[in-house]
Protein backbone atom coordinates (compact mmCIF):
# COMPACT_ATOMS: atom_id res chain seq x y z
CA UNK A 1 0.00 0.00 0.00
CA UNK A 2 2.95 2.21 -0.54
CA UNK A 3 1.64 5.98 -1.59
CA UNK A 4 4.00 8.18 -3.00
CA UNK A 5 4.71 11.08 -1.10
CA UNK A 6 3.87 14.07 -3.23
CA UNK A 7 0.28 12.19 -3.84
CA UNK A 8 -0.44 11.40 0.44
CA UNK A 9 0.58 15.01 0.77
CA UNK A 10 -1.28 16.52 -1.58
CA UNK A 11 -4.65 14.43 -0.48
CA UNK A 12 -3.96 15.07 3.02
CA UNK A 13 -3.61 18.82 2.30
CA UNK A 14 -6.21 19.61 -0.75
CA UNK A 15 -8.44 16.96 0.73
CA UNK A 16 -9.62 19.20 3.52
CA UNK A 17 -9.31 22.15 1.58
CA UNK A 18 -11.25 20.89 -1.22
CA UNK A 19 -14.32 19.48 0.64
CA UNK A 20 -17.20 22.18 0.47
CA UNK A 21 -18.85 21.12 3.56
CA UNK A 22 -15.95 22.67 5.20
CA UNK A 23 -16.79 25.77 4.41
CA UNK A 24 -19.54 26.53 6.69
CA UNK A 25 -21.34 29.78 7.09
CA UNK A 26 -19.23 33.07 9.38
CA UNK A 27 -19.64 35.65 10.11
CA UNK A 28 -19.37 38.47 7.93
CA UNK A 29 -16.72 40.83 8.77
CA UNK A 30 -12.60 40.42 8.82
CA UNK A 31 -9.78 42.98 9.00
CA UNK A 32 -7.08 43.67 6.98
CA UNK A 33 -4.98 46.65 7.98
CA UNK A 34 -8.15 49.08 7.13
CA UNK A 35 -11.06 47.14 5.92
CA UNK A 36 -12.61 43.82 6.88
CA UNK A 37 -12.27 40.36 5.31
CA UNK A 38 -15.75 39.22 3.79
CA UNK A 39 -16.79 35.62 4.62
CA UNK A 40 -17.10 35.81 0.74
CA UNK A 41 -13.58 37.12 0.45
CA UNK A 42 -13.06 33.86 2.61
CA UNK A 43 -14.72 31.86 0.51
CA UNK A 44 -13.31 32.51 -3.02
CA UNK A 45 -10.05 32.09 -1.57
CA UNK A 46 -10.71 28.66 -0.58
CA UNK A 47 -12.35 28.04 -4.21
CA UNK A 48 -9.50 29.82 -5.39
CA UNK A 49 -7.13 26.73 -3.51
CA UNK A 50 -8.47 24.50 -5.54
CA UNK A 51 -8.10 25.90 -9.08
CA UNK A 52 -4.28 26.85 -8.46
CA UNK A 53 -2.49 25.25 -11.22
CA UNK A 54 0.87 24.41 -9.42
CA UNK A 55 1.20 22.20 -6.36
CA UNK A 56 2.29 25.21 -3.82
CA UNK A 57 4.09 22.81 -1.72
CA UNK A 58 3.59 20.86 1.74
CA UNK A 59 4.93 24.09 3.96
CA UNK A 60 2.38 26.38 2.38
CA UNK A 61 -0.66 23.54 2.44
CA UNK A 62 0.03 22.72 6.06
CA UNK A 63 -0.49 27.00 6.41
CA UNK A 64 -3.11 27.17 4.50
CA UNK A 65 -4.67 23.81 6.37
CA UNK A 66 -4.10 25.68 10.13
CA UNK A 67 -5.58 28.45 9.03
CA UNK A 68 -8.59 27.21 7.65
CA UNK A 69 -9.30 25.03 11.07
CA UNK A 70 -8.45 28.56 13.20
CA UNK A 71 -10.79 30.51 10.53
CA UNK A 72 -13.40 27.99 10.60
CA UNK A 73 -13.16 26.51 14.31
CA UNK A 74 -10.95 28.88 16.15
CA UNK A 75 -8.15 27.65 18.46
CA UNK A 76 -7.39 24.03 18.11
CA UNK A 77 -9.32 21.71 20.60
CA UNK A 78 -9.15 18.58 19.49
CA UNK A 79 -6.42 16.11 21.41
CA UNK A 80 -2.96 15.66 19.88
CA UNK A 81 -2.63 12.53 17.96
CA UNK A 82 -0.30 9.34 18.71
CA UNK A 83 3.45 9.89 18.05
CA UNK A 84 3.02 7.58 15.17
CA UNK A 85 0.20 8.55 13.30
CA UNK A 86 2.76 11.52 11.25
CA UNK A 87 0.30 12.95 8.85
CA UNK A 88 -2.36 14.22 11.45
CA UNK A 89 0.32 15.01 14.68
CA UNK A 90 2.14 17.38 11.52
CA UNK A 91 -1.49 18.97 10.90
CA UNK A 92 -2.45 19.07 14.52
CA UNK A 93 1.03 20.74 14.97
CA UNK A 94 0.61 23.29 12.67
CA UNK A 95 -3.05 24.12 13.66
CA UNK A 96 -1.92 24.04 17.74
CA UNK A 97 0.83 26.69 16.37
CA UNK A 98 -1.56 29.22 16.19
CA UNK A 99 -2.75 29.67 19.69
CA UNK A 100 -5.24 32.04 20.24
CA UNK A 101 -5.19 34.23 17.20
CA UNK A 102 -8.61 35.24 16.33
CA UNK A 103 -10.87 33.64 13.48
CA UNK A 104 -11.13 37.13 12.16
CA UNK A 105 -7.34 37.72 11.71
CA UNK A 106 -6.76 33.90 10.55
CA UNK A 107 -9.47 34.22 7.96
CA UNK A 108 -7.44 37.29 6.62
CA UNK A 109 -4.01 35.86 6.79
CA UNK A 110 -5.82 32.69 4.66
CA UNK A 111 -7.00 35.15 2.10
CA UNK A 112 -3.66 36.72 1.81
CA UNK A 113 -1.92 33.85 1.76
CA UNK A 114 -3.95 32.68 -0.96
CA UNK A 115 -3.99 35.96 -3.14
CA UNK A 116 -0.31 35.75 -2.97
CA UNK A 117 0.15 31.85 -4.41
CA UNK A 118 -2.68 33.14 -7.43
CA UNK A 119 -0.14 35.76 -8.58
CA UNK A 120 3.22 33.55 -8.55
CA UNK A 121 1.60 30.69 -9.58
CA UNK A 122 0.27 31.82 -12.75
CA UNK A 123 1.61 30.52 -15.85
CA UNK A 124 5.35 31.05 -16.67
CA UNK A 125 5.36 33.30 -19.88
CA UNK A 126 6.42 32.16 -23.21
CA UNK A 127 9.51 34.51 -22.22
CA UNK A 128 10.49 32.77 -19.38
CA UNK A 129 14.02 31.37 -20.03
CA UNK A 130 13.82 27.66 -20.08
CA UNK A 131 16.48 26.85 -17.35
CA UNK A 132 14.19 28.68 -15.04
CA UNK A 133 11.12 26.63 -15.45
CA UNK A 134 10.90 23.07 -13.05
CA UNK A 135 10.98 20.63 -15.35
CA UNK A 136 7.98 18.05 -15.35
CA UNK A 137 8.50 15.40 -11.85
CA UNK A 138 8.11 12.15 -14.44
CA UNK A 139 10.89 9.45 -14.31
CA UNK A 140 12.15 10.03 -11.15
CA UNK A 141 15.59 7.87 -12.37
CA UNK A 142 16.55 7.92 -16.16
CA UNK A 143 19.02 5.62 -17.20
CA UNK A 144 21.01 6.33 -20.66
CA UNK A 145 23.95 4.38 -22.20
CA UNK A 146 26.71 6.25 -24.36
CA UNK A 147 30.20 6.46 -25.33
CA UNK A 148 30.90 3.45 -22.80
CA UNK A 149 29.46 5.22 -19.75
CA UNK A 150 25.90 3.97 -18.48
CA UNK A 151 24.77 6.70 -16.30
CA UNK A 152 22.64 6.62 -13.79
CA UNK A 153 20.65 10.17 -13.45
CA UNK A 154 18.36 10.99 -10.46
CA UNK A 155 15.89 12.83 -11.30
CA UNK A 156 13.56 14.32 -9.10
CA UNK A 157 15.29 17.84 -8.90
CA UNK A 158 11.96 20.16 -7.36
CA UNK A 159 12.38 16.93 -4.13
CA UNK A 160 16.44 18.07 -4.26
CA UNK A 161 16.41 14.22 -6.19
CA UNK A 162 15.65 12.68 -2.27
CA UNK A 163 15.53 9.17 -3.14
CA UNK A 164 11.65 7.52 -2.50
CA UNK A 165 11.46 3.80 -2.04
CA UNK A 166 10.63 3.25 -5.61
CA UNK A 167 14.24 4.98 -6.61
CA UNK A 168 16.44 2.50 -4.50
CA UNK A 169 14.10 -0.81 -6.25
CA UNK A 170 14.78 1.30 -10.02
CA UNK A 171 18.87 1.91 -8.99
CA UNK A 172 19.20 -1.40 -8.22
CA UNK A 173 17.64 -2.59 -11.44
CA UNK A 174 19.36 -0.16 -13.45
CA UNK A 175 22.83 -1.51 -11.58
CA UNK A 176 22.21 -4.81 -12.66
CA UNK A 177 21.59 -4.31 -15.89
CA UNK A 178 24.71 -2.23 -15.84
CA UNK A 179 26.63 -4.89 -15.20
CA UNK A 180 25.66 -6.64 -18.00
CA UNK A 181 25.62 -3.91 -20.73
CA UNK A 182 28.48 -3.23 -23.16
CA UNK A 183 29.33 -0.12 -20.82
CA UNK A 184 32.66 -0.19 -19.28
CA UNK A 185 32.06 2.39 -16.92
CA UNK A 186 28.43 3.46 -14.65
CA UNK A 187 27.92 6.83 -12.94
CA UNK A 188 25.77 7.95 -10.61
CA UNK A 189 24.68 11.70 -10.43
CA UNK A 190 22.05 14.21 -10.39
CA UNK A 191 19.40 16.23 -11.97
CA UNK A 192 18.96 19.96 -11.03
CA UNK A 193 21.14 21.93 -8.32
CA UNK A 194 21.16 18.96 -5.78
CA UNK A 195 23.36 15.74 -6.53
CA UNK A 196 20.98 14.17 -3.66
CA UNK A 197 18.92 14.85 -0.30
CA UNK A 198 19.28 11.26 0.96
CA UNK A 199 16.45 8.87 1.62
CA UNK A 200 13.33 10.62 1.35
CA UNK A 201 11.69 11.15 4.78
CA UNK A 202 8.57 10.82 3.53
CA UNK A 203 9.38 6.76 2.84
CA UNK A 204 8.27 6.79 6.54
CA UNK A 205 4.66 8.00 5.52
CA UNK A 206 3.87 4.57 3.60
CA UNK A 207 2.19 2.60 6.38
CA UNK A 208 1.13 -0.75 5.17
CA UNK A 209 -1.33 -2.82 7.23
CA UNK A 210 1.73 -4.32 9.20
CA UNK A 211 1.77 -1.14 10.46
CA UNK A 212 5.83 0.54 11.77
CA UNK A 213 7.10 -2.74 12.18
CA UNK A 214 6.51 -3.98 9.03
CA UNK A 215 7.73 -0.95 7.33
CA UNK A 216 11.00 -1.19 9.35
CA UNK A 217 11.47 -4.80 8.41
CA UNK A 218 11.04 -3.87 4.55
CA UNK A 219 12.91 -0.98 5.06
CA UNK A 220 15.98 -3.37 6.29
CA UNK A 221 16.14 -5.14 3.64
CA UNK A 222 15.62 -2.93 0.76
CA UNK A 223 18.57 -0.96 2.37
CA UNK A 224 20.45 -3.89 2.25
CA UNK A 225 19.73 -5.04 -0.94
CA UNK A 226 20.09 -1.43 -2.22
CA UNK A 227 24.53 -1.38 -0.41
CA UNK A 228 24.79 -5.12 -1.74
CA UNK A 229 24.66 -4.45 -4.84
CA UNK A 230 26.71 -1.57 -4.22
CA UNK A 231 29.79 -3.39 -2.99
CA UNK A 232 29.55 -6.49 -6.07
CA UNK A 233 29.21 -3.99 -8.63
CA UNK A 234 32.01 -5.26 -10.47
CA UNK A 235 32.84 -2.20 -13.39
CA UNK A 236 34.06 1.06 -12.46
CA UNK A 237 31.47 3.21 -10.51
CA UNK A 238 31.81 6.79 -10.55
CA UNK A 239 29.72 9.70 -8.79
CA UNK A 240 29.78 12.66 -10.19
CA UNK A 241 28.76 14.96 -7.41
CA UNK A 242 27.06 18.07 -9.11
CA UNK A 243 25.96 19.60 -6.00
CA UNK A 244 25.14 19.29 -2.12
CA UNK A 245 25.04 15.44 -1.20
CA UNK A 246 23.23 14.22 2.34
CA UNK A 247 22.72 11.24 4.04
CA UNK A 248 23.04 8.07 2.21
CA UNK A 249 23.89 9.67 -0.75
CA UNK A 250 27.14 10.35 0.71
CA UNK A 251 27.69 7.22 3.05
CA UNK A 252 27.53 4.96 -0.66
CA UNK A 253 30.84 7.08 -1.96
CA UNK A 254 33.07 5.06 0.24
CA UNK A 255 32.07 2.14 -2.57
CA UNK A 256 32.48 4.25 -5.28
CA UNK A 257 35.60 3.74 -7.22
CA UNK A 258 35.99 7.64 -8.17
CA UNK A 259 34.09 10.52 -7.06
CA UNK A 260 34.28 13.80 -9.30
CA UNK A 261 33.04 16.74 -7.57
CA UNK A 262 31.94 20.37 -8.24
CA UNK A 263 33.45 23.17 -5.97
CA UNK A 264 29.78 23.93 -5.01
CA UNK A 265 29.00 20.29 -2.91
CA UNK A 266 28.88 19.89 0.26
CA UNK A 267 28.95 16.53 2.11
CA UNK A 268 26.96 15.72 5.32
CA UNK A 269 25.57 12.75 7.14
CA UNK A 270 22.91 14.29 9.43
CA UNK A 271 22.19 10.86 11.39
CA UNK A 272 22.31 11.72 15.00
CA UNK A 273 20.05 14.60 14.14
CA UNK A 274 17.39 12.13 12.60
CA UNK A 275 17.46 9.94 15.27
CA UNK A 276 19.30 6.95 13.09
CA UNK A 277 22.51 5.58 12.71
CA UNK A 278 25.22 5.09 9.57
CA UNK A 279 24.62 3.32 6.87
CA UNK A 280 26.00 2.61 3.05
CA UNK A 281 29.09 0.76 5.75
CA UNK A 282 30.52 4.14 6.32
CA UNK A 283 30.73 3.56 9.40
CA UNK A 284 33.53 0.89 8.25
CA UNK A 285 34.71 2.59 5.24
CA UNK A 286 34.50 6.17 6.52
CA UNK A 287 37.00 5.93 9.29
CA UNK A 288 39.43 3.85 7.02
CA UNK A 289 39.05 6.82 4.26
CA UNK A 290 39.80 9.94 7.03
CA UNK A 291 40.82 8.30 10.54
CA UNK A 292 38.24 7.47 12.99
CA UNK A 293 37.91 11.05 14.72
CA UNK A 294 37.12 12.71 11.02
CA UNK A 295 34.96 9.96 10.41
CA UNK A 296 33.44 10.62 13.97
CA UNK A 297 32.96 14.19 13.58
CA UNK A 298 30.54 13.30 10.14
CA UNK A 299 29.01 10.20 11.12
CA UNK A 300 28.08 11.38 14.59
CA UNK A 301 28.08 15.28 14.97
CA UNK A 302 26.78 15.34 11.06
CA UNK A 303 29.49 18.03 10.42
CA UNK A 304 28.89 19.43 7.20
CA UNK A 305 31.88 19.42 4.51
CA UNK A 306 32.46 21.72 1.71
CA UNK A 307 34.10 19.48 -1.51
CA UNK A 308 37.35 20.90 -0.76
CA UNK A 309 37.34 19.50 2.73
CA UNK A 310 35.76 15.70 1.47
CA UNK A 311 39.09 15.85 -0.90
CA UNK A 312 41.08 16.37 1.27
CA UNK A 313 39.71 14.00 3.70
CA UNK A 314 39.86 11.08 0.87
CA UNK A 315 36.02 11.34 0.33
CA UNK A 316 36.04 13.16 -2.66
CA UNK A 317 38.74 12.28 -5.96
CA UNK A 318 38.78 15.68 -7.70
CA UNK A 319 37.07 18.95 -7.48
CA UNK A 320 36.32 21.16 -10.31
CA UNK A 321 35.17 24.49 -10.57
CA UNK A 322 31.68 24.58 -11.39
CA UNK A 323 31.50 26.68 -14.27
CA UNK A 324 33.62 23.57 -16.39
CA UNK A 325 32.56 20.98 -13.91
CA UNK A 326 30.21 18.56 -16.71
CA UNK A 327 32.30 19.67 -19.20
CA UNK A 328 35.84 18.23 -17.50
CA UNK A 329 33.91 15.20 -15.64
CA UNK A 330 32.64 14.25 -18.99
CA UNK A 331 35.95 14.39 -21.12
CA UNK A 332 37.68 12.41 -18.87
CA UNK A 333 35.26 10.21 -18.08
CA UNK A 334 35.20 9.46 -22.02
CA UNK A 335 38.62 9.35 -22.04
CA UNK A 336 38.40 6.39 -19.48
CA UNK A 337 35.73 4.70 -20.83
CA UNK A 338 37.83 3.77 -23.86
CA UNK A 339 40.33 1.80 -21.58
CA UNK A 340 39.96 -2.04 -21.90
CA UNK A 341 36.86 -2.92 -19.85
CA UNK A 342 38.21 -6.55 -18.88
CA UNK A 343 41.33 -5.14 -17.44
CA UNK A 344 38.88 -2.10 -15.86
CA UNK A 345 36.86 -4.76 -14.20
CA UNK A 346 39.31 -7.57 -13.34
CA UNK A 347 41.92 -4.88 -11.71
CA UNK A 348 38.68 -3.71 -9.66
CA UNK A 349 37.82 -6.84 -8.56
CA UNK A 350 41.37 -7.11 -7.00
CA UNK A 351 41.47 -4.20 -5.31
CA UNK A 352 37.88 -4.74 -3.60
CA UNK A 353 38.44 -8.72 -3.28
CA UNK A 354 39.65 -8.76 0.36
CA UNK A 355 36.94 -6.29 1.42
CA UNK A 356 33.53 -7.67 0.24
CA UNK A 357 33.16 -9.88 2.95
CA UNK A 358 33.56 -7.66 5.64
CA UNK A 359 31.41 -5.23 3.95
CA UNK A 360 28.09 -7.40 3.08
CA UNK A 361 29.32 -7.89 6.79
CA UNK A 362 29.15 -4.51 8.24
CA UNK A 363 25.97 -3.59 6.06
CA UNK A 364 23.79 -6.06 7.75
CA UNK A 365 24.66 -5.13 10.61
CA UNK A 366 23.99 -1.25 9.56
CA UNK A 367 20.75 -2.50 7.87
CA UNK A 368 19.14 -4.34 11.28
CA UNK A 369 20.49 -1.20 13.69
CA UNK A 370 18.61 1.32 11.28
CA UNK A 371 15.50 -1.24 11.61
CA UNK A 372 15.70 -0.52 15.26
CA UNK A 373 16.41 2.91 14.91
CA UNK A 374 13.73 3.62 12.77
CA UNK A 375 10.75 2.64 15.16
CA UNK A 376 12.51 4.80 18.31
CA UNK A 377 11.27 7.95 19.85
CA UNK A 378 14.22 9.98 19.14
CA UNK A 379 13.87 9.00 14.99
CA UNK A 380 9.92 9.23 14.65
CA UNK A 381 10.08 12.37 16.08
CA UNK A 382 12.71 14.26 13.72
CA UNK A 383 10.59 12.77 11.13
CA UNK A 384 7.47 14.53 12.55
CA UNK A 385 9.62 17.61 12.67
CA UNK A 386 11.09 17.29 8.84
CA UNK A 387 7.53 17.07 7.88
CA UNK A 388 5.97 19.68 9.90
CA UNK A 389 8.88 21.74 8.79
CA UNK A 390 10.54 22.68 11.84
CA UNK A 391 13.86 21.68 11.18
CA UNK A 392 15.87 21.83 8.22
CA UNK A 393 19.36 19.81 8.85
C1 LIG B 1 11.48 2.64 6.83
C2 LIG B 1 11.23 3.10 5.45
C3 LIG B 1 12.46 3.48 4.75
C4 LIG B 1 12.46 2.89 3.41
C5 LIG B 1 13.69 3.15 2.64
C6 LIG B 1 14.84 2.44 3.17
C7 LIG B 1 16.05 2.87 2.47
C8 LIG B 1 17.20 3.18 3.31
C9 LIG B 1 17.23 4.44 4.05
C10 LIG B 1 18.59 4.65 4.57
C11 LIG B 1 18.74 5.69 5.59
C12 LIG B 1 19.04 6.96 4.95
C13 LIG B 1 19.34 8.00 5.63
C14 LIG B 1 19.48 9.33 5.03
O1 LIG B 1 19.61 9.59 3.87
S1 LIG B 1 19.41 10.55 6.20
C15 LIG B 1 19.27 12.06 5.32
C16 LIG B 1 17.86 12.37 4.97
N1 LIG B 1 17.79 13.67 4.36
C17 LIG B 1 17.59 14.79 5.04
O2 LIG B 1 17.47 14.80 6.24
C18 LIG B 1 17.51 16.07 4.23
C19 LIG B 1 16.19 16.74 4.47
N2 LIG B 1 16.10 17.92 3.62
C20 LIG B 1 16.60 19.13 4.00
O3 LIG B 1 17.16 19.30 5.05
C21 LIG B 1 16.44 20.23 3.00
O4 LIG B 1 15.33 19.95 2.19
C22 LIG B 1 17.68 20.44 2.11
C23 LIG B 1 18.83 20.99 2.96
C24 LIG B 1 18.11 19.14 1.43
C25 LIG B 1 17.37 21.46 0.99
O5 LIG B 1 16.88 22.66 1.56
P1 LIG B 1 16.32 23.84 0.61
O6 LIG B 1 15.83 24.93 1.49
O7 LIG B 1 17.34 24.19 -0.42
O8 LIG B 1 15.13 23.17 -0.18
P2 LIG B 1 13.74 22.64 0.42
O9 LIG B 1 13.89 22.20 1.80
O10 LIG B 1 12.70 23.69 0.15
O11 LIG B 1 13.48 21.36 -0.48
C26 LIG B 1 12.73 21.40 -1.70
C27 LIG B 1 11.69 20.31 -1.64
O12 LIG B 1 12.35 19.06 -1.53
C28 LIG B 1 11.84 18.34 -0.39
N3 LIG B 1 12.92 17.54 0.16
C29 LIG B 1 14.22 17.81 0.22
N4 LIG B 1 14.88 16.81 0.79
C30 LIG B 1 13.98 15.88 1.12
C31 LIG B 1 14.06 14.60 1.74
N5 LIG B 1 15.22 14.07 2.12
N6 LIG B 1 12.92 13.91 1.93
C32 LIG B 1 11.74 14.41 1.52
N7 LIG B 1 11.59 15.62 0.91
C33 LIG B 1 12.71 16.34 0.71
C34 LIG B 1 11.40 19.43 0.56
O13 LIG B 1 10.48 18.93 1.48
C35 LIG B 1 10.79 20.42 -0.41
O14 LIG B 1 9.52 19.92 -0.76
P3 LIG B 1 8.25 20.91 -0.89
O15 LIG B 1 8.61 21.87 -1.99
O16 LIG B 1 7.11 20.02 -1.21
O17 LIG B 1 8.12 21.60 0.46
Known amino acids: MAVLAG ?12 SPTQVPALGLHAGSPTMRTSQKDFNDAVSQVKLLKEDPGNEVKLKLYALYKQATEGPCNVPKPGMLDFINKTKWDAWNALGSLSKEAAR ?9 LS ?12 ADRKPPEGNSLVVTSED ?4 IRLNRPTKKNALTTQMYHDIIAALQAASKDESTITVLTGSGD ?11 THLSAGGLEEMARSGEV ?10 DFPKPLVAVVNGPAVGISVTILGLFDVVYATDRATFHTPFSHLGQSPEGCSSYTFPKIMGSSKAAEMLLFGKKLTAQEACARGLVTEVFPDGTFQKEVWARLKAYSKLPPNALRISKQIIRKQEKEKLHAVNAEESSVLRERWLSDECMNAIASFLSRKAKL
Open 7 to 18: RLARRWCFGLLR
Open 222 to 231: LLRDFVDCLI
Open 119 to 130: TSSKSPSPETPA
Open 194 to 204: YYCSGNDLTNF
Open 148 to 151: GITT
Open 108 to 116: QKYVDLVSS
